[in-house]
């Protein structure tokens, strides 16, 4: 396998290394470009069928796609990094590549994106309907609601689609989860926080795997962090490959982290609540205020094991078995911001009339539909 590449930058530098998303070129890292080959030389690929590679001959891994990568690159010692499908190369490479991977950039990615099963059902409709089919589902994944980015919606247009649905397929068959503690070069994690492919549970568990990794949490971004919010990513990207990095590890300590903490209290409450709640703190509440940040929503929500729609069913369930109405019509409102539909809130409900008793889940009833209705007039 040949990938299509180019190397910028001046002569001499250190090398990194950028792969694309599925359904991109290696031009989705041209925002970065320039402040990136100030000291960096930077290799950029083309993902088989995109761009100017050629079209997949037979179907491959993301072990193959790492090989045909570790072929462009001739220093010794190089840095890193991709976006999406471009990120999953770049962490099996960083495993196989142990002593050459100086430093690592995993920007919107996962070591497993989910299911095999969509990735195998997107993979027949590209070859049923070409890669066209799916550039409004796409946009609307790439993108928040309202950011134009037509200029990257237009390179699917000339994707090969047998190509396209090779590398669904190959994503579909990836789990890198078990092998992420190989990693030993300094990491950074990039997510988008309003992500829907690769969502932030996803970013926490490369955080949290790989020793030492660092997480920046992108706000107002969705897949295409770098192309959406540039400025945020690209320091992000300097600091870090400069050696200026220093956020606290994304592994946890005992106590928890106020800044990691206070960052995912936003996300999931939302930035007018916590500012609310911050405005409201006393020299008589500020102790307490900072235990909540570091305990429950660093040392708690930021662990691993569950996602955030699980921790979401789980809390609403208790919310509702202590009676705490007022917790939880705040925590319907963080439910749907963490993924859940409506009708899955209903479902919670319903299951809590068994276990915590009928009147309970009829006031729990009560106090979400009014949430719900506040919700639907403020317009959200």
Known sequence: MKLHHRVDGPAGAPLLVLGPSLGTTMEIWQPQLPALTDSWQVLRYDLPGHGGSAPAASGFT????????????????????????????????ATRARRRVRKVVLCCTSAKFGEPGPWLGRAALVRGKGVAALAPTLKARWFTPGFDGQWVVDMLAEVDAKSYAACCEAIAAFDLTRKLGEITAPTLVIAGSEDPATPLDQALTLANNIPGATLTVVPKASHLANVERPDVVTAALIGHLMGEHREAPALKRPGGSREAGMRTRREVLGDAHVDRAIAATTDFTSDFQDFITRYAWDEIWNRPGLDRRTRSCVTLTALVARGQLEELA???????????TRDEIKEVLLQTAVYCGVPAANAAFAVARRTLADIDAEGL
């Open 330 to 340: 705040m925590h319907v409102r963080a439910a749907l911001r963490n993924g859940l």
């Open 62 to 93: 993301i072990d193959d796609l790492a090989r045909a990568v570790l072929d462009l690159v001739q220093p010794e010692h190089f840095a890193v990094g991709g976006i999406s499908l471009g990120g999953a190369i770049a962490t099996t490479i």
